[in-house]
């Protein structure tokens, strides 16, 4: 979809036109995902990064906090404790 705007001067010379696309698309994406409105996921596939920890750098660039609670932790915390055990298991 094509949306055409009109942005102020005196905020366009603070940009370089050449970016300035991709520079309103990366602002739309990090605030879509700090409301929740999309995931992790969909920022990748929007701005075609190339893997997961890129995307992770350019939340991190953009000041964007990872969306990540208690029961993210746990679940890795349980994924931690079964790696180990088939660690133990598997052990000669």
């Known amino acids: 979809m094509q949306i055409t705007i009109d942005l102020p ?3 366009i010379q ?3 036109r050449d970016r300035l696309a991709r520079e309103i ?3 739309l994406v990090t605030q879509a995902y700090q409301a ?3 995931t992790h996921a969909e920022v990748g596939r929007i701005l075609e990064l190339p893997s997961r920890w890129t995307v992770d750098a350019f ?3 953009h000041h964007a906090d990872l969306h990540y609670d208690e029961a993210d932790l746990e679940g890795d915390r349980e994924t931690l404790r079964q790696l180990r055990a088939q660690a133990t298991n598997s052990t000669p």
């Open 59 to 61: 939340l991190k660039e």
């Open 9 to 11: 001067d005196d905020l």
């Open 36 to 38: 929740e409105r999309i």
């Open 14 to 16: 603070h940009f370089s």
């Open 25 to 27: 698309l990366e602002a």
